[in-house]
């Protein structure tokens, strides 16, 4: 391959184009995806939710039990 021919390969298309080919290339891309059901949504939701709340619920526990270890050291 000649210089000739790489630099017309580098020679850049206009941000316009560009920016039509991501969106494009992008639906492209979201038509491939295996969208859940409605149910599985729900599922996976409510596991989230359960998730976050055990996982404050621990943090709150936590924090007490170090407050209280630690609440004799600044004499409070």
Do not use: C, H, N
């Amino acid at each position: 391959m000649s210089q000739e021919q790489r630099a017309e390969g580098v020679r850049r298309r206009s941000w316009w184009a560009r920016l039509k080919a991501y969106f494009r290339d992008s639906w492209l891309e979201l038509g491939k995806v295996i969208w859940p059901k409605g149910e599985e949504v729900l599922k996976m939701s409510g596991l989230v939710v359960v998730v976050v709340f055990l996982v404050g619920l621990f943090i709150v526990i936590w924090d007490q039990v170090l407050l209280q270890i630690t609440r004799p050291l600044y004499g409070r």
